[in-house]
């Protein structure tokens, strides 16, 4: 829907809450204390969703006030945040829905945060929504995970998001292949753009005790000497799990004692057994279910990939890479920026299953994984940590929320 929608929206919800009065940007200084309302289209387990819920988190430890809103009832995540009492479900029923709408906007005028931070196009959508029904001037900041649309249905909904980008006091980009691919394409703010890597916890994602990770690699049925493959990632068609079986199975057919370790759960759980049992492979795949503690699995594992049609900057791959494992990424969004070949893992051409398995071949090595996994964490703790990434986000609010208006 369009922004010159918004009289029909009023319309339909009749009254919104009393006007609130906005925040003057010159009483921001930099030091002043953020009160933010971080909304998302649910608490799914996904990337964008673990994204948020760390920042809110980590903002409320370091003073802030971090209030939390999602527009569908999927509260899966509720119980990683700090303080669940100031979260709130806003009664969607359907994609669009002027209820939810309405409850965000007397929502604004309760808390009446000096930002809000949507994730993504949907939750960015009804925040864009519900501040012009409230009559509040609260400067809204959206993160972009997405880099390629799957669906011609995303393609449409693009039409009537785009708008609402080019309104956004600023627009958070994970990568800056990202970045540069949406700009291509006018989907940008008018007033600020910024690119804020993904970060990880990294006393949290760190290598495990040898003997331990041995120890998990017996529970899951591999031999010390399997070359485990691993891939932390939703079962759903565009990581593209499918490849990985291929793989396997022509590694296998060179000698290789290769095994794959699929970490997570989703829809495409029944065609990846399918093709595992047609290529004789069936006892050489692993499905895990859906995992609330992924370390243990990452550390049986030799190597972590992505098999992704389309990524922005994965938080999978960058948790593995902190646990000092070498990372085989299809060369996607940012891949390149995290991984330079030869050193974190290697690259490969998205479909290209040749390139794939010849990468898997390389690090077959032991010596060769501990190599690039002890760069790889370098990597991690110089570039890509949480404090940095946590950082900049605190930064950029206070200086949007500073700005005039």
């Not at 964008?48 to 003073?63: C, F, S, Y």
């Not at 209030?67 to 569908?72: D, G, R």
């Not at 190599?371 to 949480?386: D, K, L, P, Y």
């Amino acid at each position: 829907m369009p922004i010159s929608g918004l009289t029909t929206i009023r319309a339909a919800v009749d009254a919104g809450p009393a006007p609130a009065s906005a925040t003057a940007p010159e009483a921001h200084a930099a030091n002043r204390p953020l009160r933010t309302l971080f909304l998302t289209g649910s608490l799914v387990h996904g990337g964008a969703e673990r994204h948020t819920i760390t920042l809110a988190n980590k903002l409320t430890e370091r003073g802030h006030q971090s209030h939390v809103a999602y527009v569908k009832n999927d509260p899966s995540q509720l119980d990683r945040l700090r303080d669940p009492a100031s979260v709130q479900w806003l009664g969607a029923r359907r994609y669009f829905d002027p209820v939810a709408v309405k409850n965000l906007a007397g929502l604004l005028a309760r808390v009446s945060p000096t930002s809000i931070l949507a994730a993504n196009q949907y939750a960015m959508f009804y925040a864009a929504m519900a501040r012009s029904l409230a009559r509040v001037r609260i400067p809204l900041v959206a993160t972009w995970h997405t880099t390629v649309l799957q669906t011609a249905k995303e393609r449409f909904q693009m039409l009537y998001y785009r708008p609402v980008f080019w309104s956004t006091d600023c627009l958070v980009y994970v990568c800056e292949a990202q970045h540069r691919y949406w700009r291509e394409r006018s989907v940008h703010s008018r007033r600020r753009n910024e690119v804020i890597y993904n970060g990880v916890d990294t006393s949290h994602w760190r290598a495990f005790d040898p003997i331990r990770g041995k120890a998990h690699r017996r529970e899951l049925g591999f031999d010390d000497d399997d070359f485990v493959v691993g891939l932390s990632a939703v079962l759903r068609p565009e990581k593209n799990h499918l490849q990985l079986v291929e793989a396997v199975a022509r590694l296998r057919a060179q000698g290789a004692p290769a095994k794959a370790l699929m970490i997570g759960d989703g829809p495409m759980r029944g065609a990846v057994q399918e093709r595992a049992s047609a290529l004789g492979i069936a006892d050489h795949v692993v499905i895990t279910g859906f995992q609330q503690e992924v370390r243990p699995f990452i550390a049986a594992s030799d190597v972590i990939v992505l098999t992704s049609f389309a990524e922005a900057f994965p938080l999978s791959a960058v948790e593995a890479m902190a646990m000092q494992r070498p990372v085989v990424h299809s060369e996607v969004g940012g891949a390149p920026e995290m991984i330079h070949p030869g050193q974190e893992g290697y690259l490969f051409p998205v479909r290209d299953t040749d390139a794939f398995v010849e990468r898997l071949g390389r690090l077959r090595d032991p010596l060769e994984r501990e190599r690039m996994g002890i760069i790889a964490r370098a990597t991690v703790e110089a570039r890509f940590s949480e404090k940095a990434m946590v950082d900049r986000y605190e930064r950029v609010l206070q200086e949007v929320e500073a700005a005039p208006g």
